[in-house]
């Protein structure tokens, strides 16, 4: 007999066969429920999540941390790489095959939602970074700000050393995205829109926040602006369910923006702002 209890409980990681909607009548069944909190594919508990956070927060580190041995061109790639991968070992060593949840394939469709939601960053970000700039003033992003002036080869090696980069930054939010949906949901027991919202606007500030020393701990302009920035990247996962689409709307953002930096450097104008 299968029977399916209303919260998946802490320490059962896949109380019977997955369903595809979680049981509610509201989610999406053409996506699927997002994994790892509600028995699709499994349930991660507690103690699993604090290892996926603390390997998140490693990854972290290997990003920013002054190490001396990471900070020659090819350590500088060895960190971005490092950055993402740290805490996706920590998901495969608790989830097991299951922490390919995260990634669904590509379809037509997928590329069209990365373009759309890589435009509405855009306006979003740049009608919310108009506001505060007038209002409180903003700080130009160090290493955005200096990659008019190198050359073209090596605007290119950042352009790609981005991408592993930016796959990172999307891992750093997704993945406490559904740690805190977990807690609100499973533990808490608050509704699955509430904790979804909660997980939304929390995991957007931690990403604000990571960006400190980037613009010279300008807190109003992280939360704010990049915090702003990260809601909509959000919801492309938030939307289909798949990293690729989020991390793909993500690289087509910056990408633009590197681009116009870029550009606008040659025809005379400055850059300032995010």
């Known amino acids: 007999m299968h029977h399916?209890?209303?919260?998946?409980?802490?320490?059962h990681p896949n109380p019977g066969k997955?369903?595809?909607?979680?049981?509610?009548?509201n989610r999406d069944v053409s996506?699927?429920?997002f994994p790892f909190y509600h028995g699709q594919p499994i349930t991660l508990n507690s103690g699993q999540w604090m290892l996926v956070l603390a390997a998140v927060a490693v990854g972290f580190a290997c990003l920013t941390a002054p190490i001396p041995v990471l900070i020659s061109p090819t350590g500088i790639v060895i960190r971005t790489v490092l950055f993402a991968v740290v805490p996706l070992v920590a998901l495969r060593c608790v989830a097991g095959p299951h922490w390919k949840a995260l990634f669904r394939p590509v379809r037509g469709v997928d590329i069209g939602w990365m373009l759309a939601f890589a435009i509405l960053n855009l306006i979003v970000s740049s009608l919310v970074g108009i506001l505060v700039m007038k209002l409180f003033g903003a700080d130009v992003n160090v290493a955005v700000g200096g990659l008019a002036n190198q050359a073209a080869a090596d605007q290119m090696v950042f352009f790609?050393?981005?991408?592993?980069?930016?796959?990172?930054?999307e891992i750093l939010t997704i993945l406490p995205f559904l740690a805190i949906l977990y807690w609100m949901h499973n533990r808490l027991g608050l509704s699955r829109s509430i904790s979804v919202l909660i997980a939304w606007v929390v995991s957007a500030v931690i990403f604000g926040l990571a960006h400190l020393p980037s613009y010279n701990w300008n807190w109003l302009q992280c939360i704010?602006?990049?915090?702003?920035?990260?809601?909509?990247?959000?919801?492309?996962?938030?939307?289909t369910r798949n990293l690729w689409v989020s991390t793909g709307a993500h690289i087509i953002n910056d990408w633009a923006i590197f681009g116009f930096v870029i550009i606008a450097s040659a025809s005379g104008f400055s850059q300032a702002g995010p």
Do not use: F
């Not at 997955?18 to 009548?25: H, K, Q, V």
């Not at 790609?160 to 930054?169: C, H």
């Not at 702003?228 to 990247?233: F, N, T």
């Open 31 to 33: 996506v699927g429920d």
């Open 4 to 11: 399916k209890p209303q919260g998946v409980p802490d320490n």
């Open 224 to 239: 704010l602006i990049i915090g702003s920035a990260r809601l909509v990247l959000t919801l492309a996962y938030i939307k």
């Open 18 to 25: 997955p369903i595809l909607n979680g049981g509610s009548p």
């Open 160 to 169: 790609l050393r981005s991408v592993p980069q930016l796959l990172g930054e």
